[in-house]
T-cell receptor
């Protein structure tokens, strides 16, 4: 089944404890992206990747890191999480960069930073 | 200016009735894609339907159709024969440009379907 998977689905952590949210897609998509969703602010892009080893900042990259060493994986790293990073995080992928390509989303990761 | 505007924070509809969720967009690009996503209370983001700027026909996917009016820059989602499981948040989104483009979302419309 074609899908985007994320792990963990739920995470409660404490300020400053490094964490990684994994994202994997099995559709051989070139483009992958991370979003966060917050009440009243909607979905905002954190980082995106156009292909292996090619990443760039989205609208809200501060406090996050990403890497794209393999085409299928695009982990999101929070080196020193803070409470303002409590949010619902989505990974998404699409076949390529063009505007006609649909982005498919993972199931989301609910992160709480205490 | 907002690129995607969804003016209806919430909509109510009775089961089996049709409902239209509004979306207007703002772009100066000739090439763009318009998308609708559904987000149920469980949180996942489910792709529903897509309309390309060069598509002459309105997109349809089962009970979902997209009323695309290019001159008015609107891309309304029509759900026919609503079901209780349609209760969810609905987001309109746009990707614009010929090459790279990010996905810009509207604020969403909460749809509640009553028996």
């Amino acid at each position: 089944e074609a899908q985007v998977t994320q792990n963990p689905r739920y995470l409660i952590t404490v300020t400053g404890k490094k964490l990684t949210v994994t994202c994997s897609q099995n559709m051989n998509h070139e483009y992958m992206s991370w979003y966060r969703q917050d009440p009243g602010l909607g979905l905002r892009q954190i980082y995106y990747s156009m292909n292996v080893e090619v990443t760039d900042k989205g609208d809200v990259p501060e406090g996050y890191k990403v890497s794209r060493k393999e085409k299928r994986n695009f982990p999101l790293i929070l080196e020193s999480p803070s409470p303002n990073q409590t949010s619902l995080y989505f990974c998404a992928s699409s076949l390529s960069l063009v505007s006609t390509d649909t982005q498919y989303f993972g199931p989301g990761t609910r992160l709480t930073v205490l | 200016a907002q690129k995607i505007t969804q003016t209806q924070p919430g909509m109510f509809v009775q089961e089996k009735e049709a409902v239209t969720l509004d979306c207007t967009y703002d772009t100066s690009d000739q090439s763009y894609g318009l998308f609708w996503y559904k987000q149920p209370s469980s949180g996942e983001m489910i792709f529903l339907i897509y309309q390309g700027s060069y598509d002459e026909q309105n997109a349809t996917e089962g009970r979902y159709s997209l009323n695309f009016q290019k001159a008015r820059k609107s891309a309304n989602l029509v759900i026919s024969a609503s079901q209780l499981g349609d209760s969810a948040m609905y987001f309109c989104a746009m990707r614009e440009g010929i090459r790279y483009s990010t996905l810009t979302f509207g604020k969403g419309t909460m749809l509640l379907v009553s028996p």
